[in-house]
């Protein structure tokens, strides 16, 4: 394919394998969620040192954001998601044959720093679309992104009920080879936006956080919905194994099915944002996250209670997030990796302590403490908004 041009508009089948695989590489971040019952009991670790790979794996996925996602402005983005995904093939295989907790903390870590693939093609959508499709073309990645996220739980449920925790990771493998085999036959050279070494480059992104302090706004605010959600994904496993449920990584798997309905809204909340406003998309999904802990902690014994709550957080927090990430981008279109960079790290600095919060909490107090920590996040995304709002900021 030619070199591309910002504006100029990207083909919708392009835009539909990159959705696709935007949901295969993010996966890799939750594949552990349902199974880490079945981790614990391989292992034998202690709850808190199994629901430490999730909290690495954010971790990393954060560092990733941070160092590679700025090289989408100064490197061939191709080269840089190819690199990812043949690290990406040895660190999952490695999670699959892990027998102790440092291995398997170590690649869980590895594999978040190296998962960042779909936030290569978020900026790569939104500066190449045509203006007008912007909103709409970043939304079905966005789509792609969430439904990996809730198919992952799905898929590694059922595979881990019929043939154990290891293989979902070696599939995973498979899965992330053949996605480097299609980057490699369709994703065009884009040009660089930034001339200059990698040092000024990492330099440059704090000069764009202080020219475009609105993006520590939407940033922040989304990190505390993000962790909130993924507090309560980290801990769900636990309470669906406890009565009056006994069940076991299959059923949470479908609830993460449930979760689907929350992504399908994805390139349809876009539509809504001119006509509506950042704030008011914002606010819609922040009021649909509170009213999910709300029914998880009043509904806790029923199964409706836990399925509605989980669809319910789910499309509030793809309204927070199409919402307060597409913003950032627009605020300095010519540096969009750059501005994603700040906008993701923030995210997942947030979504590491959300659920080291919320497991911390499930230890001490059971689920009532995993509500109280998901709510409390989500009172701390409302009150950074007032704040930042009375300062005009």
């Not at 199964?303 to 927090?317: E, F, K, L, R, S």
């Not at 981008?329 to 906008?343: D, E, G, H, W």
């Amino acid at each position: 394919m030619s070199t591309l041009k910002p504006n100029e508009g990207l083909p919708s089948t392009l835009v539909a394998i990159l959705a696709i695989m935007a949901g295969v590489s993010v996966a890799n971040l939750y594949y552990c969620q349902p199974l880490l019952n079945l981790i614990r009991e391989d292992t034998g670790l202690t709850e808190f040192q199994v629901n430490l790979m999730p909290v690495f794996t954010q971790i990393g996925y954060a560092l990733g954001l941070l160092f590679i996602i700025p090289m989408g402005d100064l490197y061939n983005r191709r080269t840089t998601i190819l690199t990812c995904f043949g690290v990406l093939v040895f660190s999952l295989l490695t999670i699959a044959f892990s027998s102790n907790v440092l291995l398997l903390l170590v690649s869980s870590f590895v594999t978040g720093i190296f998962s960042v693939a779909p936030q290569v093609f978020i900026p790569f959508v939104s500066q190449f679309s045509r203006p007008e499709e912007k909103a709409h073309k970043t939304g079905l990645i966005l789509s792609g992104l969430l439904i990996g996220i809730l198919g992952s739980r799905v898929a590694s449920g059922y595979v881990g009920d019929l043939w154990g925790w290891r293989t979902m990771y070696e599939i995973a493998a498979g899965l992330i080879a053949l996605s480097a085999v299609v980057v490699w036959k369709i994703f065009p050279y884009v040009e660089p936006t930034f001339n200059g070494r990698f040092v000024k480059l990492m330099a440059s992104i704090f000069q764009l956080v202080k020219e475009n302090p609105k993006a520590i706004t939407y940033s922040v605010r989304s990190a505390f919905i993000f962790g909130s959600m993924l507090g309560m994904w980290a801990c769900l496993a636990f309470r669906m194994k406890e009565a009056p449920f006994f069940d076991g990584s299959d059923t949470v798997g479908m609830l993460g099915l449930c979760g689907v309905a929350g992504a399908l809204t994805a390139s349809n909340i876009g539509k809504y944002i001119p006509r509506f406003g950042v704030e008011k998309i914002n606010a819609f999904g922040v009021a649909c996250v509170l009213l999910a802990w709300i029914i998880m902690g009043l509904f806790q014994n029923y199964y409706a209670g836990i399925i509605a709550g989980v669809i319910i957080i789910d499309i509030g927090m793809q309204s927070v997030q199409l919402s307060n990430q597409s913003a950032t981008m627009k605020l300095c279109p010519t540096a969009s990796s750059r501005m994603n960079t700040i906008y993701m790290v923030t995210y997942f600095i947030g979504g590491s302590f959300g659920t080291f919060l919320a497991g911390t909490m499930w230890t001490k107090f059971g689920w009532y403490g995993t509500v109280g920590a998901g709510l409390g996040m989500v009172l701390a995304s409302i009150i950074f908004t007032l704040i930042r709002r009375k300062q005009n900021l």
